[in-house]
């Protein structure tokens, strides 16, 4: 079994990629009690000292370390944690009720903090979100990204794209319009 490990934008945050994928469903973000209750793999990965944040999606474990922390330590740890898992067939995450917006938009930001916005930066523009309401998620692309003529194709063939995938509430992504 071979987990690949993919080092992001942000030092502190890296994401590993098992050759299966690990459950149906949303992405869920561990970063609290309550979230990390609900994933008995994201339990056992915040035993390992340093972990401060991990997101679960369907093909991809994400994690963030905190800045003390050093990868070369704790990537075989988070690397046997996953495969214990796979292995056993254990639940990785729990099934969980219905979300609310606010849940929805957690889930976003982090999948927006570990596949969309590394891809932005490499091109010098970055990504906000500025409302989320009933599926819809408005946001806004600025540096380069704002003033390049592809924006439109970023947002709707990158961005919406992405979402969607992993995040079954998100109806849409459109850009921001000012009032």
């Known amino acids: 079994m071979i987990i ?9 945050v890296c994401n590993f990629y098992p050759e299966n994928n690990m459950f ?20 056992a990965l915040f035993d390992i000292k340093g972990i401060e944040r991990v997101l679960i999606s369907k093909d991809m474990i994400s994690v ?6 050093l990868w070369e330590d704790l990537k075989p740890q988070i690397i046997s944690e996953i495969l214990d898992f796979i292995v056993t067939g254990a639940p ?3 099934v969980e009720k219905t ?5 929805i938009l957690q889930k976003v930001i982090s999948l927006i903090d570990a596949r969309i916005r590394p891809l932005l ?5 970055d990504i906000e979100i500025k409302n989320f309401e009933n599926g819809v998620l408005e946001v806004e692309l600025t540096g380069r990204c704002a003033a390049c003529p592809y924006a439109m194709r970023t947002l709707k063939d990158g961005v919406e794209k992405i979402l969607k995938a992993y ?3 998100i109806k849409e992504v459109k850009p921001y319009q000012n009032e």
């Not at 930066?121 to 523009?125: A, F």
Request: net charge negative; with cysteine; charged share 45%.
């Open 4 to 12: 690949e490990f993919e080092k992001t934008s942000d030092d502190n």
């Open 24 to 43: 149906e469903g949303d992405a869920l973000d561990c970063f609290d009690t309550k979230t990390i209750k609900k994933s008995p793999l994201a339990e």
């Open 64 to 69: 963030k370390k905190n800045k003390d922390a």
């Open 92 to 94: 990785m995450v729990l």
């Open 99 to 103: 979300e609310n917006d606010d849940d």
């Open 121 to 125: 930066h490499r091109d010098g523009g």
């Open 167 to 169: 995040i079954v509430q």
